[in-house]
């Protein structure tokens, strides 16, 4: 699978609205939810930020 950078942002920007969705509904992530948040992989020295 070929790196693309666009890709990666767009994943990681759908996992964070994700994980604010589920926490403002105070919820788990369905099975489909749980798929776009595997796909988060930071974003650099930002993820050492946020974590």
């Known amino acids: 699978m070929?790196?693309?950078?666009k890709?990666?942002?767009?994943?990681n920007i759908k996992a964070i609205e994700t994980a604010f969705i589920l926490d403002?509904?105070?919820?788990?992530p369905t099975?489909?939810?749980r798929l776009l948040?595997?796909?988060y992989c930071g974003f650099g020295v930002?993820?050492?930020l946020i974590c």
């Open 2 to 5: 070929a790196y693309n950078r």
């Open 7 to 11: 890709q990666r942002l767009n994943d």
């Open 24 to 28: 403002r509904e105070q919820r788990t």
């Open 31 to 33: 099975a489909r939810e």
């Open 37 to 39: 948040l595997e796909r």
């Open 46 to 48: 930002f993820n050492f």
